[in-house]
Nanobody
């Protein structure tokens, strides 16, 4: 069983930065992907950034490219999302996930999810 715990959310003004963390515990050996997703009120959950556990390449939704950076610390089993130049439209609940996916931004391919951390960006 895999457990994921996110932290680092909060309220910031537009243009500000936040760093989200996701601590993973349990056996993720057979999982291939780690990713960040978000869901705004009244909207569907969407992929934000992802990385293959065995690789180094990172992938981003077009809406966050150049502003967000996903990274991981394998020794600590922790996934990060550095968010800069935040915009009000980035306001959402952010979730990390782990799964045996083929495409890191496909949320339907993820099995394990954290409880989410709220990010609110004011104008």
């Amino acid at each position: 069983q895999v457990q994921l715990v996110e932290s680092g959310g909060g309220s910031v003004q537009a243009g500000g930065s936040l760093r989200l963390s996701c601590a993973a515990s349990g056996n993720i050996y057979n999982q291939y992907c780690m990713g960040w997703f978000r869901q705004a009120p009244g909207k569907e959950r969407e992929g934000v950034a992802g990385i293959y556990i065995g690789g180094v390449n990172t992938y981003y939704d077009d809406s966050v490219k150049g502003r967000f950076t996903i990274s991981r610390d394998n020794a600590r089993n922790t996934l990060y999302l550095q968010m800069s130049s935040l915009k009000p439209e980035d306001t959402a609940m952010y979730y990390c996930a782990v799964g045996a996916c083929t495409w890191v931004l496909n949320l339907h391919q993820y099995k394990y999810w954290g409880q989410g951390t709220q990010v609110t960006v004011s104008s």
